[in-house]
């Protein structure tokens, strides 16, 4: 055996350990390692879990609810169409297959949420997508649509013009955008889910999403306060994805206390709305979570996070991009 091959077996190896340590750091519940299967076809993709700093480890903040071989999208952060790939590629969810992507709802319009819209929009149509996009969200949806839109005009129109010499792809119809301003209540419907928006508590118009599909109910809480809202629209649920900030790290950021005070929620708070939520199982997104040292020493570990909701019962795991749940 060459000392190469050697060398290869001894980082596999690990490779492994460091995949089974991390397993078991970033997940708690009664009895198991891993989240229930439930005997569905409706699965959560984290495509990212991150914030707006721009960490390697984590993209900015989206989510997939894939039903019966549909993706229907939460929020479209940087990295979005790339993530979704991953998922194709690495986790064989081939919903997520860029050309497919075509629904979305947004939870409101920070940047770091809406950073990947012209990419959502562009990549899938140069790809080949036929249909126009979708878009659900709050006030103000539809004049970012008309600006994002104007942005690349010179884009739609040379590709859709030089059309005759390409083989794939930019057909003038994809990419066309239909965006929908939302008020609280069923915001869509069709044959694989129902979709229910509630108003959160950000520091703009803000909403959460409830998914209910065949046989599981989702629920993500967007950037928000801990709301009555919220354990409403779960009240057992299957999955909750909810944001969190530890308050190892908010100790350390004293400049962003008093705004996450009113529009963020730690990791206290969200033990007390879990236990009245009661999710069957809780992923913690978009939070104050570093993966590594070098890219943020001041963020929280995996395991920060589980000692801080240990007050919690039920099960709760870190959720990291490309988790499927
Ligand atoms: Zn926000
Ligand atoms: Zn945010």
């Avoid at 109910?217 to 950037?223: A, L, N, Q, T």
């Amino acid at each position: 055996m060459s000392l190469d091959l050697l060398r290869i077996l001894a980082g596999a190896l690990v490779l492994g350990l460091a995949g089974g340590y991390s397993l078991l750091a970033t997940s708690r519940a009664a009895g198991t390692q891993q989240p229930p299967v439930a005997p569905t076809r409706t699965e959560v993709v984290l495509l990212g879990t991150g914030t707006p700093p721009a960490d390697p480890d984590r993209s900015g903040p989206a989510t997939a609810v894939v039903v019966n071989g549909t993706a229907y999208l939460v929020d479209m952060g940087a990295g979005i169409v790339r993530r979704a790939k991953s998922a194709v590629v690495d986790k064989g969810v081939a919903a997520l297959d860029p050309v497919k992507l075509r629904v979305v709802f947004l939870t409101h319009l920070h940047s770091d949420h809406t950073v990947g819209y012209p990419d959502l929009l562009l990549t899938p149509w140069v790809l080949g997508r036929r249909v126009p996009l979708e878009v659900y969200g709050p006030t103000g949806i539809k004049a970012m649509t008309e600006h994002v839109l104007e942005a690349y005009r010179a884009d739609f129109d040379t590709r859709t013009k030089d059309r005759g010499l390409y083989t794939v792809g930019a057909f003038p119809e994809g990419h066309a955008v239909n965006a929908h301003e939302i008020r609280p209540g069923v915001v869509y419907k069709d044959a694989n889910v129902t979709v229910t928006a509630f108003a959160t508590k950000h520091t703009m118009d803000s909403y959460g999403y409830r998914f209910d599909t065949p046989g599981r109910s989702i629920v993500i809480s967007g950037d928000t306060n801990p709301t009555q809202a919220t354990i409403d629209a779960c009240r057992g649920c299957d999955v909750l994805v909810h944001e969190v900030l530890t308050l190892e790290w908010l100790a350390k950021r004293p400049d962003f206390q008093a705004y996450a005070a009113q529009f963020h929620t730690t990791t206290a708070q969200l033990v007390e709305l879990a236990s009245k939520a009661r999710p069957r199982l809780l992923v913690l997104s978009h939070s104050s979570l570093s993966l590594r040292p070098a890219v943020d020493s001041e963020r929280s570990a995996p395991a920060v996070f589980l000692r801080e909701m240990s007050g919690y019962a039920g099960q709760v795991v870190v959720g990291r991009d490309l988790d499927v749940y």
